[in-house]
T-cell receptor, first 116, second 113 residues
Framework: GAGVSQSPSNKVTEKGKDVELRCDPI?????LYWYRQSLGQGLEFLIY????????KSGLPSDRFSAERTGGSVSTLTIQRTQQEDSAVYLC??????????????FGEGSWLTVV | KQEVTQIPAALSVPEGENLVLNCSFT??????LQWFRQDPGKGLTSLLL?????REQTSGRLNASLDKSSGRSTLYIAASQPGDSATYLC????????????FGKGTHLIIQP
């Protein structure tokens, strides 16, 4: 596709419910990242996928958070038993190769999650 | 663990001025550093990527410098325009063998027409 696509763009959910956020990276990009941006805060790294390698989950804040990437393309971030502090913008990004080595990283416009 | 700090947190200047945004990082063993722009309600757009072997990168009116030894990077914006109003974010690799970038909290820039 033309850019990183995320859905839903907005989600309001009740505390305790599970939510799934979807990311469709740019075609051909092997690296995929999830970040979280809370109101007034910086971006917080959550998880990184690179090709078929085991993901780097070092940023996931709790075991309520999980992510998968099927077929090396689309990724889903799942938050179980949502809490109000999970309210944030969840941003997905992709890059052509291992982004850290110098490839430009492209971000989607985010999924705005509100837990009430 | 890498920590990135940006100063100032907010800046408002008249149109036409040249300005400098500052970024500092704690782990100088980085292999690149990136500057991004974020418009309200939008995702991030990559502006400049500086490799560790480079001192600076330029794109149009933007110039970013990198000084690994002092743990600093600056983003210079020449002849600022109202369209430059946005939040500018600096990002460095997480370090410690972890993948991903760590971001500063950004500088919220307003260019007054």
């Amino acid at each position: 596709g033309a850019g990183v696509s995320q859905s839903p763009s907005n989600k309001v959910t009740e505390k305790g419910k599970d939510v799934e956020l979807r990311c469709d990276p740019i075609s051909g990009h092997t690296a995929l990242y999830w970040y979280r941006q809370s109101l007034g805060q910086g971006l917080e790294f959550l998880i990184y996928f690179q090709g078929n390698s085991a993901p780097d989950k070092s940023g996931l804040p709790s075991d309520r958070f999980s992510a998968e990437r099927t077929g090396g393309s689309v990724s889903t971030l799942t938050i179980q038993r949502t809490q109000q502090e999970d309210s944030a913008v969840y941003l997905c990004a992709s890059s052509h190769n291992r982004g850290l080595s110098g490839n430009t990283i492209y971000f989607g416009e985010g999924s705005w999650l509100t837990v009430v | 663990k890498q920590e990135v700090t940006q100063i100032p947190a907010a800046l408002s200047v008249p149109e036409g001025e040249n300005l400098v945004l500052n970024c500092s990082f704690t782990d100088s063993a980085i292999y690149n550093l990136q500057w991004f722009r974020q418009d309200p309600g939008k995702g991030l757009t990559s502006l400049l990527l500086i490799q560790s072997s480079q001192r600076e990168q330029t794109s149009g009116r933007l110039n970013a410098s990198l000084d690994k030894s002092s743990g600093r990077s600056t983003l210079y914006i020449a002849a600022s325009q109202p369209g430059d109003s946005a939040t500018y974010l600096c990002a460095a690799p997480l370090g410690g063998g972890a993948d991903g970038l760590t971001f500063g909290k950004g500088t919220h820039l307003i260019i007054q027409p």
